[in-house]
């Protein structure tokens, strides 16, 4: 097995395969050389540096491309921030309640695999309050304006549940804050995905 540096000249999402000019073929490339699971469309740039792990020297095809990196001329790859992974469901609050008026701060980081550094989340939110009216807001922690972000809610029937989901920024340090108004409200809340 051998490790040869190439240059990324096209990448198939579909066939999850790519075209690489290797260094040391600078009039010939590769075609159809799968690619790692873990590069897609945002590092497996056209220009992007790579590396190629070939299985057998003497077969070109028997290979993958199984990095991308920058040089520091080039600036590739520097994935875009907002590709979305899905992961497992996870219930990250399970029938926590909130009084009215009060905010909890909740760290989604490091749990359900959310990794430290995501820059938000996609969940599924669910509440339920004795007191018509009521209703949540999930925001970033501690933002400026907490009426930019989501809003689940009003409740129209004592005792009935809400449901919702979206997508939410989290802080620098993975956090959300989900504040209850007009009523204590009980709320549970998953997440499924996240945004880097």
Known sequence: MIIKRGIIQSFSASAYTASVLLFEAT????????VSNALDGTSAVTGALCAVLFFDEQNPQDAVVIATFANGTNGLPAPAPGRVVFVTGFRQINAATINSGVTQTVTLAGAGA????????????????PTVGAFITITPHAPADSNAYVTLGNIQVANAYVNGGGLVQLDSNGQIDIKASMGNCTVSLYTHGYII
Do not use: E, N
């Open 114 to 129: 959310i990794p430290p550094g995501a820059l938000g989340v996609i969940f599924k939110a669910f509440f339920t309050s």
């Open 27 to 34: 009039s010939h490339f590769l075609t159809g050389i799968p």
